[in-house]
């Protein structure tokens, strides 16, 4: 519990903490259901991706699309080789975000993929009012969702054969 508390504490921190710490709890954006998001393997369109963005508060995502669009489009298989509900808590929008920022990935994108996994381990404790389910999927996407891997759903998985910037070009 008190390491789980520091992790969220540093990772506030790092994302540029906005009054987190209220009393002695955590207070954690969570996936607000105000949009209906398109459905498991849909294919989303750039206008459409614009307003998802802009519902979660995605703006830094959507101005890094925006520059330089993946040249594949995006489909969510949401909760990749894993649970898309659990005990009747649908966490499909953890994993469409998760997939969302894993599409427009670069190539050495560390940081910034830690970042997303962190934030997928987060919405699924908000989604769920625990921690036990979110932090297995965190390790699992640490694992899995390497770029290493070239799986169809690595970092980056929407730019796999794009000529573009990586992180030494910005």
């Given at each position: 519990?008190?390491?789980?508390?520091?992790?969220?504490?540093?990772?506030?921190?790092?994302?540029?903490?906005?009054?987190?710490?209220?009393?002695?709890?955590?207070?954690?954006?969570?996936?607000?259901?105000?949009?209906?998001?398109?459905?498991?393997?849909?294919?989303?369109?750039?206008?459409?991706?614009?307003?998802?963005?802009?519902?979660?508060?995605?703006?830094?995502?959507?101005?890094?699309?925006?520059?330089?669009p993946?040249?594949?489009?995006?489909?969510?298989?949401?909760?990749?080789?894993?649970?898309?509900?659990?005990?009747?808590?649908?966490?499909?929008?953890a994993g469409f975000l998760h997939d969302l920022k894993y599409w427009a990935g670069y190539q050495g994108e560390e940081v910034e993929r830690l970042v997303a996994d962190a934030e997928l381990m987060i919405d699924v404790a908000r989604l769920l009012g625990s921690t036990p389910m979110a932090e297995t999927m965190f390790h699992g996407v640490r694992l899995g969702g390497s770029e290493k891997l070239n799986a169809s759903f690595s970092w980056g998985f929407g730019r796999v054969g794009q000529k573009s910037e990586t992180v030494s070009d910005k």
């Open positions: 519990m008190r390491r789980t508390f520091f992790f969220l504490v540093v990772i506030s921190l790092f994302l540029g903490s906005r009054s987190w710490l209220v009393g002695a709890q955590v207070q954690v954006p969570t996936p607000r259901p105000s949009i209906t998001l398109p459905a498991l393997g849909e294919e989303v369109p750039l206008p459409r991706i614009k307003e998802i963005c802009e519902s979660y508060g995605l703006h830094d995502l959507w101005r890094k699309i925006e520059r330089d993946p040249i594949h489009p995006f489909k969510s298989d949401g909760c990749t080789g894993w649970f898309d509900d659990w005990r009747g808590v649908s966490l499909y929008p």
